[in-house]
């Protein structure tokens, strides 16, 4: 026996056919528009995010790099001038005979 609720009814002998009430299909409505646009967000804030991290890790590089210069800028001699560099042309540390 089928039981007696108010949003189950017969139609034509057997069938069933659930009915639903106009809060709940407006709320189902609401929800499938809502899910697009929350899909883009959620694209949009993923991509953002990967932005900054690259944006992030080329400033770790170019902060690097100008350590990487200076270290050379001070390590080439009073002059700051790259051609005062202890190293041979090959860019080998010449040895010291220790």
């Known amino acids: 026996m089928v ?6 009814h017969r139609t034509r ?3 069933i056919v659930a009915r639903t009430s106009l809060t709940t299909s ?3 409505l609401v929800l499938v528009a809502i899910l697009p646009l929350a899909a883009i967000l959620f694209y949009n804030l993923y991509s953002i995010r990967v932005d ?3 944006e992030v890790h080329a400033e770790a590089f170019r902060i690097g790099q100008m350590a990487a210069l200076e270290m050379q800028r001070v390590l080439g001699g009073p002059s700051g001038h790259p051609s005062n560099d202890r190293r041979s042309a090959s860019g080998i540390w010449p040895s010291t005979g220790c």
């Open 3 to 8: 039981p007696s609720d108010a949003s189950i």
């Open 13 to 15: 002998g057997t069938k």
């Open 26 to 28: 407006l709320l189902f």
């Open 52 to 54: 900054k991290e690259r």
